[in-house]
């Protein structure tokens, strides 16, 4: 009856939870919840949450629709997840406190795929696009793989982020933490050093363009979690559609949000805009 | 509380809107529960088109208070590949299946009937003469006459049940149903998104929209479909499937009252793909 693509499916229907941690880190906020209901999710994933209470309301009377956010650590009925404040959605769910319900819908999307036996994976992070590349760090440390994590962040109030991935290289827009200048130059630096890689990123939609160009320029494969608004996440509104190498669109939600690099039209930034 | 739309027996009165449910994407990430608990007492598909569309470039959506603006622009594998590639999955439904079209003159409406006849699968066929994100079906659905004149043309091309689903971009949208059911149309539909402008909040002027303007849904639309589905009811005595912003049973109950045999779920799908049969079990316990 399914299709069985192989990824991890989800409940039909959104579930309530109660938040039970949250945890503040500069200007990022995690929260978990016991999820006892839902299956163990896979890297890259994602969920559709909402305040179960209050939604809406806010700043321009909005949120309206859920928000999809990239699960951060999953396991033991335990999900976690991060956000930063960039809109009334997430301001709302930054109010959510200890004890409050949380409405989601998940895990939903792709999630990445697993690196080849002998093949590098690099982790390359942008921002709170740390979130996916975190758990699919844990669960190549679990597989007993070496890691190379790259993030990238504003400045250093920001770069605080990356506590969530040990052992990472910096790189700071303005210079005042790690290496001074993009993250990717540090991929770039890393490539040069040893090829035989494979590059998991997730970041800002030009951080990752910058990812897209180096792996088509390189050969080096790169999987790339896109972030796209969405009303729905599972396939229904094809809103968050992406332009790929074909010229037609791909739903980010159902047919991502984890592309392979190449799959990307050259020009798929260009209409990308956030509101 | 089982019901005869147009000879089609449904099992409750809550069904889909077209474009807001896609059953293939959602067995793919809900797995079997999605034919088990369907959450329709009938399947309507997205818009079908003669030749296929790819939509409009992104931006395709901006949230707005209690709702959404939506300018998608009815991606579509065509016909053929809709006959081809869909129908098969969609066949297995649990439920009736209607399939949306959309055309841009009489000769496409009727080559898509056509196409469409044979096909002992599909239970009834609704015609999109309403959808205000692209340039064809506008003036059709909003104007009387045009509609009559396409209806005579196409009706006798298809002996399915036919439902026009009708603009709420019109100066009086009781004309234009009573127009549908002077010329054939078993059923109507309404209301469909109301024309919309997203302004880009960095581009002063500009569209946010990469298809320029919008369709806007949700609740926000509620009150405006309660008005136009009173009014529709008052002037045809065909049957009524209600939708616009219908979130709740208590939603679905103020449209049943105002004259609806059927009411539909759209946007608050989005929220819940659940939320038919949650609008289901209210209206039936």
Known sequence: MSEGDGRVQAPFGTRDVTIDGIEELGPYRVFSCTDAAGPVPS????????????????????PYLPRAVSVLAAGDDQLSFVIEVVGPGTERLAELVDGDRLRLLGPLGNGFSSPGTGIRPILCGGGIGVAPLAMMGQQLLAEGRE??????????????GAEFIAGSQVATDDGSVGHGGFVTELLLAELERDPSAVVYSCGPPEMLDAVRAISVASGVPAQLALEAPMACGYGACYGCVVKVADGSFRRTCVDGPVVVAEELAVDWLAAERSQ | MTVDLCGIELAHPVINGSGTFDVIAARRVFGAAVDENFPFAAFVSKTITLEPRLGNPPPRLFETPAGLINSIGLPNRGVAGYLEHDLPGLATLPVPLITNVMGSNADEVGQLFEALEPRGEIAAIELNVSCPNVKTGLDIGADPAELSKLLAVVRGKTSKPLIVKLTPNTANVALVASAAEASGADAVSLINTLRAFA?????PGKAWLGGGTGGQSGPAIRSVALAQTSAVAAAIELPIIAMGGIATAAHGRQFLDAGALIVAVGTESFRDPIAGAKVAAGLLS
């Open chain 1, 43 to 62: 890297a890259g994933q994602f969920y559709m949450l909402t305040g179960a209470e209050r939604w809406g309301g806010g700043a321009d009377e909005r």
């Open chain 1, 147 to 160: 890691v190379t994590s790259l993030l990238g962040f504003r400045d250093a109030e920001h770069a605080v």
């Open chain 2, 199 to 203: 302004a880009d909040p960095r581009r």
